[in-house]
């Protein structure tokens, strides 16, 4: 009861201090920097749901964040659609677009991860050579800054509370359904598929829910991303990116929605700030992957909780 407590006070402290950030009035490139750590939060919370919540491996998250970006652009440059509308329906595309994926719900593991893999590429495949719909390798050009109530998000300062408004209640959502009775249905899909299934839980039909869900989740990370840097390319959503998703998890800590969060924030920000060290960065930045995962199946969520275990004993 004490540690859960504690995770929360953290968790409202972190919010407060991101919400208050643009008050101290931070170099722009920053507020970009960290309104993309809160896009990438938000893609990583959806594969949290696939991975550490129902153990699903995919390699298709990327997909789902290039559908949600490129039909949020297109609804809003070509279609002149509203930003509110266009981040809903690009959610709402990514979603049904999933449903292809509902058959190789019943496959695990490695079998799994490569068949979502294969659906990554088609979907790159269509992005890169549609030049009619996507602009193709040129990309697409001339998206609108996010908007709302008519008014339109010019200053950096605006968009970065968007981005982490949206990433804030996506955790918050998916930390209610954690602690429903879909999330304890799940989590026994995780530990013993077979035993899950013999005490009647509808295993194939909840592992489709959370495709469904991871997806909608990706397509609104994927819309904030279109109207953050107003232009799309194919190759912002490759094979690399679903790898990079999955990175943000695992060292994050699989299971952990705060884990998912501070994975995020090192993917994204570690390689910016080593930037100074030229070709060697990313040889650091791998050494540091490797470190942080000798910490374990816990990653650096895991290693916080232990540091923080002495004060959340109860008093004698």
Not at 61 to 83: H, R
Request: aromatic share 10%.
């Amino acid at each position: 009861m004490e540690s859960a407590r504690l995770k929360r006070s953290l968790t409202g402290i972190v919010l407060l201090a991101l919400a208050a950030l643009p008050l101290f009035e931070p170099h722009q490139f920053v507020l970009h920097m960290l309104s993309l750590v809160a896009i990438s939060a938000t893609a990583a919370l959806g594969l949290q749901l696939l991975l550490g919540f129902s153990g699903q491996l995919s390699i298709g998250q990327a997909a789902f964040y290039g559908i949600g970006a490129y039909a949020s652009g297109l609804l809003s440059a070509k279609l002149g659609m509203p930003f509110i509308v266009a981040f809903f329906a690009a959610g709402v595309i990514a979603a049904v677009v999933s449903l292809v994926m509902v058959p190789i719900t019943r496959l695990t593991g490695a079998a799994l991860a490569v068949a979502t893999l294969g659906f990554s590429i088609l979907v790159y495949l269509v992005l890169k050579n549609e030049e009619w719909l996507t602009g193709g390798s040129f990309g697409l050009m001339g998206i609108p800054r996010a908007s709302l109530f008519g008014y339109v998000l010019a200053k950096p300062a605006y968009a970065y509370l968007l981005c982490v408004a949206v990433a804030a209640a996506v955790y918050l959502s998916l930390l209610r359904l954690q602690r429903s009775r879909f999330g304890r249905a799940i989590n026994a899909i995780r530990q013993n598929e077979d035993a899950a299934r013999a005490c009647g839980v509808k295993v194939t039909l909840l592992k489709s829910q959370c495709f469904v869900i991871a997806a909608f989740v990706a397509g609104l990370a994927g819309s904030l991303y279109a109207h953050q840097v107003r232009y799309l390319a194919p190759t912002d959503f490759t094979f690399w990116k679903s790898v990079e998703i999955l990175i943000m998890v695992v060292i994050g800590g699989m299971g952990s929605l705060f884990g998912a969060v501070l994975g995020a924030a090192v993917v994204v920000l570690v390689p910016e700030v080593l930037r100074e060290v030229g070709d060697y960065r990313m040889l650091i930045f791998g050494a540091i992957l490797m470190v942080v995962m000798l910490f374990g199946e816990g990653g650096i969520a895991g290693f916080l909780e232990q540091c923080l275990r002495p004060f959340s004993k109860p008093r004698a």
